[in-house]
Nanobody, 136 residues
Framework: QVQLVESGGGSVQAGESLTLSCTVSGNIGNYYCLGWFRQPPGKEREGAATFEFDDAVATFEFDGATTYADSVKGRFTISKDNTKNILDLQMNSLKPEDTAFYYC?????????????????????WGQGAQVTVSS
């Protein structure tokens, strides 16, 4: 059973930095895709698992390839510590509009598969989420 546990959320001022971490346990296979998603306040959603691949803020593929949403490109960095199986999201130059509930997700299919064939597909495994609040 794959389990994801986020940590590192909190409240910061605009312009500051914060790192979210996601500890991944269980077997997701060798050709996986990992991602971070976010739910801004005031936007209704029926559970994290309803996010689609294209909603990802950042993705990390098994071969180390990364992608970012335009809104965070240049400010956020996704990385994975393979020895500890921890997925990090380093967030710099935070803005009030980055305020959201952040979820990490994992899937046994490559990110490339979703990007090319199923951009509306959904990840199989989700963490419980972590709140990030950025004040102006």
């Amino acid at each position: 059973q794959v389990q994801l546990v986020e940590s590192g959320g909190g409240s910061v001022q605009a312009g500051e930095s914060l790192t979210l971490s996601c500890t991944v346990s269980g077997n997701i296979g060798n050709y996986y895709c990992l991602g971070w998603f976010r739910q801004p306040p005031g936007k209704e959603r029926e559970g994290a698992a309803t996010f689609e691949f294209d909603d990802a803020v950042a993705t990390f593929e098994f071969d180390g390839a990364t992608t970012y949403a335009d809104s965070v490109k240049g400010r956020f960095t996704i990385s994975k510590d393979n020895t500890k199986n921890i997925l990090d999201l380093q967030m710099n130059s935070l803005k009030p509009e980055d305020t959201a509930f952040y979820y990490c997700a994992a899937d046994p299919h490559p990110c490339t598969y979703y990007r090319e064939y199923d951009p509306h597909g959904r990840f199989s495994y989700w963490g419980q989420g972590a709140q990030v609040t950025v004040s102006s």
